[in-house]
């Protein structure tokens, strides 16, 4: 928890009050509608009996209420909190620069606050979110054909040795290690959700993982293995074709996918993945639900396993898999865009 709550009195007063200062910081869930709201929703006061208090959105989703249609908790922080929208743009406006804590000083923002306001939104702080963006840059100038040393200067990294420990932080090796005549090429993939890794062979994609999931490097290093370390930073025809997919998705024109892919898992692992890619945009289907389209009715625990263990996101829809109560449950991507994602495919 990055906020220490008050006690509940407090939280409801504020409530009352449509106290803003805590707008952010605690949200308000009302069992007796199954929603929750920011502190200064304008809808009508719920009793203080029927009120829970949680310190984040994914708190409030993970305890199975929805989100409110009025005041828009999900609605992006950028656009409800004026610092966090004038630090994006920032970075927009100049990616290749050297973002520090005493640059966001003088454009009169409060360290802590922002520091608390990026990691509640996007699990990471302003710098770490710049640094990222600048090593985007680092890895395009590799994908291009680049050396290390100018794919460290594009990247704005005055340490080498900085420059290695970031790369090797997302995919578990340093860009020095990487194979000259890979069998599986790595590409960074840009979508309005965060950055992504997409791993291809040369006819199909092997891994397509938001950039901020734990389990990335893992799944990297396995694949790494299949591939007896021939793993480089290259282009593909499956990787050009995932992104334009992927833009075409985000963009609300298309919803289908058929970059060709390959499994990695058990047989009944890939049973349930293929039966999640059978799920429409725009619809859900409970683990239960696929344990008995595929047969194996008492298998829900293995189904949810399966689908935690699904490295090819968006693609194979794990994101469409909710709990049996409409909970959204676990998401490795993280529930916030689980919930996005749910959002974007209502328009399919």
Known sequence: MLFDLPDHNTLYQALLDRNADYDGQAY???????????????????????????????????????????????????????????????????????????????????????RRSFKRQFGMTFLEMARQRRLREGFETISDGGKIIEAQIDARFESASAFRASFAKIIGRAPGTLDSDPILFVDWVETPLGDMISICSQSQLHLLEFVDRKALKTEITKLAKLAKGKLGIRKSNPGEQIKDELRAFFDGQSAKFSTPLAYTGSPFAQQVWNELRHIPAGTTRSYSEIAKRIGRPTATRAVARANGANQIALVIPCHRVIGADGSLTGYGGGLWRKQKLLEIERQY
């Open 28 to 114: 308000v869930c009302v069992k007796t509608t199954g929603i929750f709201c920011r502190l200064i929703c304008s809808a009508r006061k719920p009793k203080r009996e029927n009120c829970t208090f949680y310190a984040s959105i994914g708190e409030c989703i993970e305890a199975g209420f929805r989100a409110c249609k009025k005041c828009h908790p999900l609605k992006p922080i950028a656009s409800a909190d004026p610092a966090i929208g004038t630090l994006l743009k920032a970075l927009d406006k100049h990616p290749e620069y050297r973002w520090s804590e005493t640059d966001i000083e003088k454009m009169g923002f409060d360290l802590s606050t922002i």
